[in-house]
């Protein structure tokens, strides 16, 4: 019997895309304006593409989905604040490449004020940016810095008609990513969703596991999983790796064999509606933890609970991370991985041999969101509706100087966490983390 399908839930609505780049205008001084690339199809090999996925910035203030297309925002505009250049109709590379929304489609689709296709873009450009004082877009972007330039030029040419180019160009990306941030309850129910998925899929996997298989089989499993939910497919390259594999903290590689009494580190999480799941699950292929598995096991787990139960609005990500560099640093010297005394070996760093990386990052439509981690200067508070993940992890080196049974075992524990008004919500928990619920798990396949 195939796996059951989760019911979809509903997609962002026009208002709300309406209301974000409204919010953003409004944010904006006195004759400015914005520009705003969307994504572009990147070649794979000679003809064929990569699949496209939409800009995270432009989706966010649009939901639309196709490549080539430009967002204008002008604030105080009668015949219209928001102007989209899109796609041309062509009916014979729509026999190829599939049907094409269009100017009309576009206005009726997505709620913008007016759209145009880009064979108008060159004339049209000018004229809707004349007389703007201050142009915002991304400034790291180098095609939306190529059109500003373009557009400037041109009007600049023409100042002895009147014609008056911007006097300024700022980064849009501060003001935007902001309210990225903080999330929709209409993003959170996306959120949720991805990760619903993203746990299902996780349990599939430790259900397939056993000695014998490769990391790709697992791999297989948890993408199939993504796909038939109605996903998009992994948010980020999936992470499967066997025994000393985990160690490496990025390993894509996911072609090795699984062994008997290795452990196995999965880090993979869905994309649904552009939105990211990102869960880490660590478990023995065999099933079944051996005594040093068990112990370090254990200690993440522990340190993991903890920074997880400490998430409630007012907390700073750096008092999370402190929390668990010294709850990790304890449990190393309790195991005899690092000698002397615990505020000695964080201040030494010495910990860092077997924890190499922060406990939290930003989750929402970037698997690494974008916000930033301090305001004027100090560490940023949590706050309702900001999504993070919590994932400590302990990665021990096969040296000489290392306890034998210790040697290779990478353990990294990884939950999405909603900050709520009252404290938090584990959007991931639905995947099993401690180990009799693993151990049980794995024996009822």
Same mark, same amino acid.
């Given at each position: 019997?195939?796996?059951?399908?989760?019911?979809?839930? $509903?997609?962002?609505a026009?208002?709300?895309?309406? $209301?974000?780049?409204?919010?953003?205008?409004?944010?904006?001084?006195?004759?400015?304006?914005?520009?705003?690339?969307?994504?572009?199809?990147?070649?794979?090999?000679?003809?064929?593409?990569?699949?496209?996925?939409?800009?995270?910035?432009?989706?966010?203030? !649009?939901?639309?989905?196709e490549?080539?297309?430009l967002?204008l925002?002008?604030?105080?505009?009668?015949? *219209? =604040?928001?102007?989209?250049?899109?796609?041309?109709?062509?009916?014979?590379?729509?026999?190829?490449? *599939? @049907?094409?929304?269009?100017?009309?489609?576009?206005?009726?689709?997505?709620?913008?004020?007016?759209?145009?296709?880009?064979?108008?873009?060159?004339?049209?450009? =000018?004229?809707?940016?004349?007389?703007?004082?201050?142009?915002?877009?991304?400034?790291?972007?180098?095609?939306?810095?190529? +059109? $500003?330039?373009?557009?400037?030029?041109?009007?600049?040419?023409g100042?002895?008609?009147?014609?008056?180019?911007? /006097?300024?160009?700022?980064?849009?990306?501060?003001?935007?990513?902001?309210?990225?941030?903080?999330?929709?309850?209409?993003?959170?129910?996306?959120?949720?969703?991805?990760? %619903?998925?993203?746990?299902?899929?996780?349990?599939?996997?430790?259900? &397939?596991?056993?000695?014998?298989?490769?990391?790709?089989?697992?791999?297989? =499993?948890?993408?199939?999983?993504?796909r038939?939910?109605?996903? !998009?497919?992994?948010?980020?390259?999936? @992470?499967?790796?066997?025994?000393?594999?985990?160690?490496?903290?990025?390993? +894509?590689?996911n072609?090795?064999?699984?062994?008997?009494?290795?452990l196995?580190?999965?880090?993979?999480?869905? /994309?649904?509606?552009?939105? &990211?799941?990102? +869960?880490?699950?660590?478990?023995?292929?065999?099933g079944?933890?051996?005594a040093?598995?068990?112990?370090?096991?254990?200690?993440?787990? %522990?340190?993991?609970?903890?920074?997880?139960?400490?998430? /409630?609005p007012?907390?700073?990500?750096?008092?999370?991370?402190?929390?668990?560099?010294?709850?990790l !640093?304890?449990?190393?010297?309790?195991?005899?991985?690092?000698?002397g %005394?615990?505020?000695?070996r964080?201040?030494? =760093?010495?910990?860092?041999?077997?924890?190499?990386?922060?406990?939290?990052?930003?989750?929402?439509?970037?698997?690494h969101?974008?916000?930033?981690?301090?305001? *004027?200067?100090?560490?940023?508070?949590?706050?309702p509706?900001?999504?993070?993940?919590? /994932?400590?992890g302990?990665?021990?080196?096969?040296? &000489?100087? +290392?306890?034998?049974a210790?040697? *290779?075992?990478g353990?990294?524990?990884e939950?999405?966490?909603?900050? !709520?008004?009252?404290?938090?919500?584990?959007?991931?928990?639905?995947?099993?983390?401690?180990?009799? %619920? @693993?151990?049980?798990?794995?024996?009822?396949?």
């Amino acid at each position: 019997m195939p796996p059951e399908i989760l019911p979809r839930p $509903a997609p962002i609505a026009n208002d709300e895309y309406l $209301a974000r780049r409204r919010a953003l205008m409004a944010a904006l001084p006195a004759d400015s304006a914005v520009l705003l690339p969307g994504a572009s199809l990147v070649t794979r090999s000679r003809d064929s593409e990569f699949p496209f996925r939409q800009d995270s910035d432009f989706h966010y203030l !649009t939901g639309f989905p196709e490549p080539d297309a430009l967002l204008l925002l002008l604030p105080g505009r009668p015949e *219209g =604040e928001s102007v989209l250049f899109c796609q041309d109709r062509n009916p014979l590379m729509e026999a190829w490449t *599939g @049907i094409r929304l269009g100017a009309e489609g576009t206005v009726r689709e997505f709620g913008v004020d007016q759209a145009f296709e880009n064979a108008e873009r060159g004339e049209r450009l =000018e004229a809707l940016l004349d007389g703007r004082r201050t142009l915002y877009l991304p400034l790291d972007s180098p095609e939306a810095m190529a +059109i $500003a330039d373009e557009v400037r030029t041109a009007l600049k040419a023409g100042a002895r008609r009147g014609a008056r180019p911007p /006097e300024a160009l700022a980064d849009v990306a501060p003001l935007l990513h902001e309210s990225r941030l903080i999330k929709s309850e209409s993003e959170l129910v996306l959120l949720r969703h991805a990760a %619903e998925i993203s746990a299902r899929a996780h349990v599939r996997a430790m259900r &397939a596991a056993r000695p014998g298989l490769a990391e790709y089989h697992l791999q297989a =499993e948890l993408e199939h999983e993504f796909r038939w939910q109605g996903g !998009t497919g992994p948010a980020y390259a999936s @992470i499967v790796g066997g025994g000393a594999n985990a160690c490496v903290l990025h390993y +894509i590689e996911n072609h090795a064999s699984l062994r008997d009494g290795d452990l196995v580190l999965i880090d993979a999480g869905a /994309e649904f509606d552009l939105y &990211a799941g990102d +869960i880490t699950r660590t478990f023995p292929v065999n099933g079944c933890f051996s005594a040093a598995q068990r112990a370090l096991y254990a200690l993440v787990l %522990e340190v993991q609970e903890r920074a997880v139960a400490a998430i /409630e609005p007012g907390v700073t990500l750096v008092e999370l991370h402190d929390g668990v560099v010294r709850g990790l !640093t304890e449990g190393l010297i309790g195991l005899g991985l690092l000698e002397g %005394e615990v505020q000695a070996r964080i201040d030494d =760093e010495s910990y860092r041999r077997f924890y190499l990386h922060s406990t939290s990052h930003w989750l929402g439509l970037d698997v690494h969101d974008v916000g930033a981690y301090r305001q *004027g200067g100090e560490p940023r508070v949590l706050a309702p509706g900001m999504v993070l993940t919590v /994932e400590p992890g302990l990665y021990i080196p096969a040296d &000489a100087d +290392i306890p034998e049974a210790f040697r *290779g075992i990478g353990i990294r524990i990884e939950d999405d966490v909603a900050v !709520t008004a009252s404290g938090h919500a584990v959007l991931t928990a639905a995947v099993p983390k401690r180990i009799d %619920e @693993i151990e049980a798990l794995m024996a009822a396949k």
